[in-house]
């Protein structure tokens, strides 16, 4: 008999009840990304959404995951135009045809719901429009393939297939993760691979897809803060990102 590589031991598996929290979390993260969107013009300072985002969580019993993470001193992530992830929420006002990201993670009830969204500040370029529509549709493609017995390879496939297909790039620094009880567990969810390859996904899992996708190439560097990512090229970067949960015959969104 063949022995089965047992490579998905380590990731952990949620039950009907765990899917209820997390679903819970995950649509209040949603809402506060809704929330904030109103929020969202020229003129206004990255460290007022941060705060008003923090508020609407806690206003509705959750807290911010990642406020005092590692180190993190801020409730959101902000990072606009060649921002990839982890801009940090400051004095910085946002200006008119911007592109922003802001990504939201809730802890409710002990459940992390992680989503996010980039935003267009006033009017933006043509070209801005359409990374923001494929990067959206690039995290779509990874979502709607979603079911047991995919591979992890299969879903990166999809993404990549898709973003470069309009000749965008995918990053390789940064990738989805598992989810559920904690921030960040195990597997990770590369955006970009060969079908087939890579760990089998199982009903139960629960995990994040969160593509950032660039207009020039996928090389990124981290500034002096330790925290906020950048193109190298400084190209201009986009990122949308939901919490998915793995079932019978698909999938749920918790973050919709
Ligand atoms: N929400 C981010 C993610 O999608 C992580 C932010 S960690 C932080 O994984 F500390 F930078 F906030
Ligand atoms: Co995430
Ligand atoms: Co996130």
């Given at each position: 008999m063949k022995i089965e590589k047992e490579e998905s031991s380590s990731v952990k598996i949620y039950n009907d009840a765990d899917f209820k929290g997390l679903k819970k979390?995950?649509?209040?993260?949603?809402?506060?990304?809704?929330?904030?969107?109103?929020?969202?013009?020229?003129?206004?300072?990255?460290?007022?959404?941060?705060?008003?985002?923090?508020?609407?969580?806690?206003?509705?019993?959750?807290?911010?995951a990642p406020l005092f993470y590692r180190g993190y001193m801020k409730s959101i992530c902000t990072s606009i135009n060649h921002v990839v992830c982890h801009g940090i929420p400051g004095d910085k006002?946002?200006?008119?045809?911007?592109?922003?990201?802001?990504?939201?993670?809730s802890i409710l009830?002990?459940?992390?719901?992680?989503?996010?969204?980039?935003?267009?500040?006033?009017?933006?370029?043509?070209?801005?429009?359409?990374?923001?529509?494929?990067?959206?549709?690039?995290?779509?493609?990874g979502i709607k393939i979603l079911k047991p017995g995919i591979t992890l390879g299969d879903i990166g496939f999809a993404i990549q297939s898709y973003a470069e297909s309009h000749g965008y790039s995918v990053v390789r620094d940064f990738c989805g993760h598992g989810i559920g009880k904690t921030f960040h567990e195990e597997p990770n969810i590369l955006h970009y691979g060969k079908k087939g390859e890579g760990m089998k996904i199982k009903k139960g899992m629960v995990f994040t897809i969160e593509p950032m996708i660039n207009l020039g190439e996928y090389h990124t560097k981290v500034l002096q803060d330790g925290w906020t990512a950048v193109t190298k090229d400084k190209s201009l970067s986009a990122q949308f990102e939901h919490t998915v949960g793995i079932i019978d015959n698909g999938y749920e969104i918790f973050t919709l």
């Open positions: 979390s995950g649509e209040l993260a949603a809402k506060a990304l809704e929330y904030i969107k109103k929020l969202i013009k020229p003129g206004v300072k990255t460290n007022f959404i941060d705060q008003a985002a923090n508020k609407y969580l806690n206003d509705h019993g959750a807290f911010s006002v946002l200006n008119e045809g911007d592109i922003v990201n802001v990504d939201i993670t009830d002990g459940y992390y719901g992680d989503t996010s969204k980039t935003f267009s500040v006033g009017n933006i370029s043509v070209e801005a429009e359409k990374l923001l529509k494929v990067t959206y549709e690039s995290m779509m493609e």
